[in-house]
């Protein structure tokens, strides 16, 4: 299940940037593409947690909420 909800987040975002790279309108994009990069280390962080490997799921939250304190940065300009 969080396979597959990580693989289509991933395709998401890639489509998203480049969508945004296609018409020039990155910027605009980005909180939007930072919002699905912290989404997707958060269950990136579950699937880590799930297996042996802690130390790599607590960097795997750590990244996710610096992604989520930039995307929320951006919505706010």
């Known amino acids: ?3 597959r909800i990580r693989i289509t987040l991933s395709v998401l975002i890639v489509l998203l940037s480049g969508y945004g790279l296609w018409t020039g309108t990155s910027g605009d994009l980005l909180s939007f593409i ?3 990069a912290a989404i997707l280390m958060v269950i990136l ?3 880590e947690q799930r297996e042996t490997t802690k130390w790599r799921a607590s960097l795997y ?3 996710s909420v610096f992604c989520l304190t930039a995307s ?3 919505f706010i300009q």
């Open 45 to 47: 962080g579950v699937e």
């Open 34 to 36: 930072l919002a699905g």
């Open 1 to 3: 299940m969080l396979k």
């Open 61 to 63: 939250y750590a990244v």
């Open 72 to 74: 929320t940065a951006g």
